[in-house]
Nanobody, 124 residues
Framework: QVQLVESGGGLVQAGGSLRLSCAAS????????MGWFRQAPGKEREFVAR????????YYANSVLGRFTISRDTAKNTVILQMDSLKPEDTALYYC?????????????????WGQGTQVSVTS
């Protein structure tokens, strides 16, 4: 079992930055790839970014490539999503998730453990 708790969401103007954190507890954190997803009202939950458990390989959705950076601190059992140059269309509930699989996996159904989410709102 893995428990995930997100923090760092908030309200920001377009062009601003936010830093989301996901604290993990439970089974060995380094064994899991970690992902960030987001869900806007009336829309499907979509993939944002992923970082592997072994070599820290990163993957990004095209919509955030070059603006968001995912990283992990294994010693602190934490994964970070640094979000820069935010746009109103980035407004959503952001979720942290853990996946025991390897490679480029972007489907929400491939992730076994989920946090409760943190709200990000970007005003124009």
């Amino acid at each position: 079992q893995v428990q995930l708790v997100e923090s760092g969401g908030g309200l920001v103007q377009a062009g601003g930055s936010l830093r989301l954190s996901c604290a993990a507890s439970g089974r060995t954190f380094s064994n899991y790839a970690m992902g960030w997803f987001r869900q806007a009202p009336g829309k499907e939950r979509e993939f944002v970014a992923r970082i592997s458990g072994s070599y820290g390989t990163t993957y990004y959705a095209n919509s955030v490539l070059g603006r968001f950076t995912i990283s992990r601190d294994t010693a602190k059992n934490t994964v970070i999503l640094q979000m820069d140059s935010l746009k109103p269309e980035d407004t959503a509930l952001y979720y942290c998730a853990a996946d025991y699989g390897s490679g480029d996996r972007r489907s929400r159904y491939q992730y076994k453990y989920w946090g409760q989410g943190t709200q990000v709102s970007v005003t124009s």
